[in-house]
Each structure stands twice: as C-alpha cells, then as structure tokens.
C-alpha cells in the first residue's frame, strides 16, 4: 500500500496552525491533526504518562498509513523522545526544524529565542543553535494570549512589550517562536522590536514539503484534513484559530479509552 497521509502529532493545540496552512496549501494531500486536550499543562504529568499519549496518537494515525509525522510540541520532545525515536515513519519535530531554518538562513545572527520556560530550561534550542547574541525570552503569558484569542488587542501589545522589554533597541535578525502559534503576534512584536524575521513553522514545512525535501507530495488525487481530539467537536471548535476551519472531525477516547475506532468523523 502506497503510503498516504501527512500527520501531525500534538499535546495542546500548538501545532493546529502547522495542520491548518498545510492543509490549505496541499490540496492534494490528507492531512491527520491528532492532539490529546485532556490536561491543560503538563507539568505536573508524568513522563510516562505523556510517552503513552503520545504512543496513542501515533498509533491512531496508522489507519491513515502515514508517510511522514510532524512532531508539534516542544513538550513530546523533551519528555516524550524514546517514543519519537521509536517511530517506524520519518519523522521530522518542530525543535530540530527551527534549529536547522536558524543556522541555515541566520548563522552567527543575533536571535531571541521566545519558548515555554521548562524548554528554555531544558536547553533543547541553546546547545545547537548557531549565533552571535541569543536573547532567551520564556513565552508562557504570550502563550496563553494566543491561546485566549486576544492578538491584535491591549492585552496582546502589553504581554508583548513586558516579555521584550530586555531586548529593546538591541540589534536582532530573527525571532524564533518555539510555539507555532506565536507568529500570530508579529504586528506586536514589531512595534517594539526591529527585526528580519520570526519564525512560521507551518510555512517553513510548507516549503519544504513543495520543496520536495521531506516527503514525495501526491501528483493527483483528493486530500482532506483530519483532526482527532478527546473533546466533543462542538468544544473543540470554540478555539481561536479553529472555529473557522472546515475538517473532519472524530473525538477519541484519553488515557486508556477505546481511541482512534471509537465514533464517526463529523
């Protein structure tokens, strides 16, 4: 059998916007979004427990015989990597991805680095990254702005200008936004900050997918977007950035539920 869909795993919905360009720029293509929403943080979750999450998404995304997965959490990456390691698909994650897009376009630039503070202290980004100064700059509160909605208002220009007040008039090339959706904030971020570029990791899959450089694209056929969560579609929906996308919709079962062959799409 011909290997077919392009899957994206997630924890949270940070990678959505990933799924969502991909899918409106492969028409061709199937594109799987599967993603566990049962927690709203992780910190206080096992790394066993996350490891089995994730096996479960990888696992649903077989019936889609995928071709290449997507690894869209910083989290999977710190405390999930055996099973990433593990995978029997190619697979690509978005740490790896930003480091390689950093070093190729920006080596020996000036950087801020805007990621989750348990991944700044982690230090999956630092020890590869190739630059003059790297300003680090933990994401959490712009995280959740993105998250609420709220981009493009006080409350967004506000996060913005507390979380880079350290790094105002300073000379910066890129802006590295471990969280996908992060790019969102560009307009706030320049207001106080003059740089190149900042990060949008489902444009940069995008080019290299069309690219040819991962995977071989479909020449024809119909594609479709996928997304698998664990909550009811109608809850599901209410997100910012997801109310307006049209995909087909199955709710899966968390922890040690029925998962990916329970339900029908909707």
Known sequence: MAKDAIGIVDLGLEGFSIAKILAENLKKEKIVYVTDLTYESHLNV????????????????????????????????????????????????????????????????????????VLLEANLFQRNLKYNRLYQIPSDELDEVVKAGMTKTSRSFNAVFESFKTVMKKPVDLVIA???????????????????????????????????????????????????????????????????????????ESKEGSGFDAGKDQ
């Open 178 to 252: 471990a969280t996908p959706g992060l790019s969102t904030l560009e307009t706030e971020m320049r207001e106080y900050l003059d740089f190149q570029e900042v990060t949008n990791l489902g444009m940069i899959y995008f080019e290299r997918l069309s690219g040819g450089r991962l995977v071989n694209l479909n020449a024809r056929g119909r594609g479709g977007f996928f997304v698998y969560s664990t909550l009811p579609k109608k809850e599901f929906k209410k997100y910012p950035g997801v109310k307006d996308c049209k995909f087909k919709y199955r709710q899966i």
């Open 46 to 117: 096992t790394d066993n427990e996350i490891g089995e999450i994730v096996k479960r998404c990888v696992g649903g995304l077989a019936a889609h015989n995928p071709k290449l997965v997507i690894v869209a959490s910083g989290i999977i990456v710190e405390r999930a990597a055996s099973v990433i390691l593990d995978l029997v698909v190619p697979s690509v994650n978005i740490v790896e991805t930003l480091i390689d897009y950093a070093n190729s376009k920006y080596e020996q630039k000036n950087m801020v680095l805007l990621a989750k503070e």
